[in-house]
């Protein structure tokens, strides 16, 4: 049975919500603010969301605009997080070179026909694990080589090119962005049930029909976040992703 959306929806939403903030600041974990607002735009942001998208499904330049919209979103989002300078624009190319051959390969198989309501929820939750691999991959990646320059700046006196310094430094960190999925993809269904098999569930499809497509969710994503956390490495290895000005030319 899928949830009514009525005031007592809206009062738990709320209380759980201010719960949320409360924890936060009584524990002093920080990111109160940042809770509070996060709840309140995602409220807001589907609320719009799910008017638009009955209006975006039905024509097709209409739709592809609406999934630009959302890469760009994503890719100004993993940007801004792992960099405040003008290099943030390229944590776009680790988004596209994960999601654009996955969505490529299902809609050339068949297995995602191109229509938009199955085409958007299947993009943004490709997207959405994309953003997710690139912003750890990335700010792991930087935080390790400002941690650890001394390592760095040893592998360049020894004859290594910067991006294999870079890269010898900055591997092991950037790999730990792949934790988050394979532990998903590890203990599904026994620790969690995931948003695709629930949502399919209480959209009346068996069990099996629900497996199927959760499973389908998560190895896609497990391809997508891969290749995303490979090219972000890449790009902060090759100094294009950074903090530091590396050349007044790269600098604001």
């Known amino acids: 049975m899928l949830l009514p959306v009525n005031v007592t929806l809206g009062i738990v939403l709320a209380v759980l919500l201010i719960a949320a903030v409360a924890v936060a600041a009584l524990a002093r974990l920080g990111h109160t603010r940042a809770i509070a607002v996060a709840g309140l735009r995602a409220a807001a942001q ?48 680790p988004i596209a070179v994960g999601v654009v051959p996955v969505v490529g390969l299902l809609l050339l198989t068949g297995l995602v026909p191109p229509r938009g309501l199955t085409l958007i929820p299947v993009t943004g939750i490709l997207i959405g694990g994309a953003l997710t691999a690139t912003v750890l991959a990335g700010r792991r990646a930087l935080d390790e080589l400002e941690t650890r320059r001394g390592e760095f700046e040893a592998g360049l006196a020894l004859g290594l090119l910067d991006r294999d310094a870079r890269m010898e430094v900055a591997r092991p960190a950037a790999s730990d962005a792949l934790l988050p999925g394979l532990d998903q993809t590890r203990t599904v269904g026994l620790v969690t049930l995931p948003g695709a098999f629930v949502g399919m569930l209480l959209g009346g499809a068996s069990p099996v029909q629900a ?5 389908f969710v998560l190895v896609a994503l497990l391809a997508v976040q891969a290749t995303a956390c490979a090219v972000a490495l890449e790009l902060v290895a090759r100094g294009r992703l950074h903090r530091v000005p590396l050349t007044p030319a790269e600098g604001e």
């Open 46 to 93: 589907l609320a719009a969301v799910s008017y638009l998208i009955g209006w975006v499904v039905h024509a097709l330049p209409r739709l592809l605009g609406f999934l630009l919209v959302m890469f760009a979103v994503a890719a100004r989002t993993a940007g801004r997080r792992i960099t405040r300078n003008r290099s943030w624009w390229w944590a776009a190319l």
């Open 211 to 215: 497996g199927a497509v959760q499973l």
